[in-house]
C-alpha cells in the first residue's frame, strides 16, 4: 500500500496529487467568493433596484448565504455517489457544476430586463455553486488523503485548505482589476467579466483533474458486493475497509 501511494497510487507522485487538489479548490472557492465579493457592488443594485439600498443590499446577501446553506447538501449528494462511481468522476462533476452556474450568472439580464426573474435565476444559480463547493470541498480532501503515504496523511490533506484564501484572493483581485473601468463600463457589462473568465479557469481545472488517476482506497472497494451493500446508516462503522460518505463530514467542517 505505501509503495503504491508514494507515486500516487498509479504513477502520479502524491505532490502532483496535492498540487491538484489545492488548484481545483482555488477555483472553485474563486467562484463561490466572486458571488459575495460582487453582491454589494452590483447585485445589489441590478438585481433589487426597488428597494432600498440598505434592504437590495440584505436581500443580496441573502442569495450569498443560500450558498452556505446548500453547502451540505453537495456533500451529502456526492459523499453518496463518490463511494459508488469514484472520487475523481465527482470531482469533475462538482467542478462542471459550479463553473457552468459561475458562467450563467456573468450572462443573467437584470432586473430592468426581466423583473422579478433575475433575482430568482440568481438564487437558482447560486444553489448550485452551494452544492458545487458542497460535493468538491471533501472530496478534494479525499483525493489527497487516499493517495497519500501513511504518516502523512494529515499532512497533504490539509493541502485544499490553501484554496480558500486563495480563491479569495483570487476572486478579490479580479475585481479590483475590473473596478478600474468607467462606472458605466463596470455596472453594463464589467463585472461580467470576472464570471464568464470562470470558463476558462474550469478548463484548467478539467485538465488537471482528468490527469489524475482514481484513488487506491476506491478501487479496493470498487467491486459491486461492496459498493452496492453499503448503506448510508453504516457508514463509518468499518473506516479501513468502507470510507463511506467522508464527503459530508469534511464539509460540513469547513
Not at 51 to 64: E, I, K, M
Not at 167 to 196: C, H, K, N, Q, T
Request: one cysteine or more.
Amino acid at each position: 500500500m505505501q509503495e503504491k501511494t508514494k507515486t500516487g497510487g498509479f504513477g502520479t507522485s502524491i505532490g502532483t496529487i496535492a498540487f491538484a487538489s489545492a488548484i481545483g479548490t482555488t477555483i472553485e472557492w474563486y467562484d463561490f467568493f466572486l458571488f459575495g465579493v460582487v453582491t454589494p457592488l452590483v447585485f445589489n443594485k441590478l438585481f433589487f433596484p426597488n428597494f432600498d439600498p440598505l434592504v437590495g443590499t440584505l436581500l443580496a446577501y441573502t442569495t450569498f448565504f443560500v450558498g452556505f446553506i446548500s453547502r451540505p447538501i453537495g456533500g451529502i449528494i456526492f459523499g453518496h455517489y463518490g463511494d459508488r462511481i469514484g472520487r475523481k468522476t465527482v470531482l469533475v462533476l462538482t467542478i462542471l457544476i459550479m463553473g457552468v452556474a459561475t458562467f450563467l450568472i456573468g450572462l443573467l439580464p437584470t432586473y430592468a430586463t426581466v423583473g422579478i426573474w433575475a433575482p430568482v435565476m440568481l438564487l437558482f444559480l447560486r444553489i448550485f455553486q452551494g452544492i458545487g463547493i458542497g460535493g468538491e470541498w471533501g472530496g478534494a480532501v479525499l483525493m489527497a488523503v487516499e493517495h497519500s503515504p501513511a504518516g502523512r496523511r494529515g499532512f497533504y490533506g490539509s493541502w485544499p485548505q490553501i484554496g480558500v484564501p486563495a480563491g479569495l484572493l483570487l476572486s478579490s483581485g479580479m475585481v479590483y482589476l475590473l473596478s478600474y473601468l468607467p462606472e458605466a463600463d463596470f455596472f453594463s457589462w464589467g463585472w461580467r467579466i470576472a464570471f464568464l473568465i470562470s470558463a476558462v479557469l474550469v478548463a484548467v481545472g478539467l485538465y488537471i483533474r482528468l490527469k489524475i488517476m482514481e484513488t487506491p482506497a476506491f478501487t479496493r472497494i470498487q467491486d459491486p458486493t461492496r459498493s452496492s451493500t453499503c448503506r448510508f446508516s453504516s457508514c463509518g462503522e468499518h473506516t479501513e475497509r468502507t470510507p463511506c460518505s467522508a464527503w459530508a463530514p469534511a464539509t460540513l467542517k469547513a
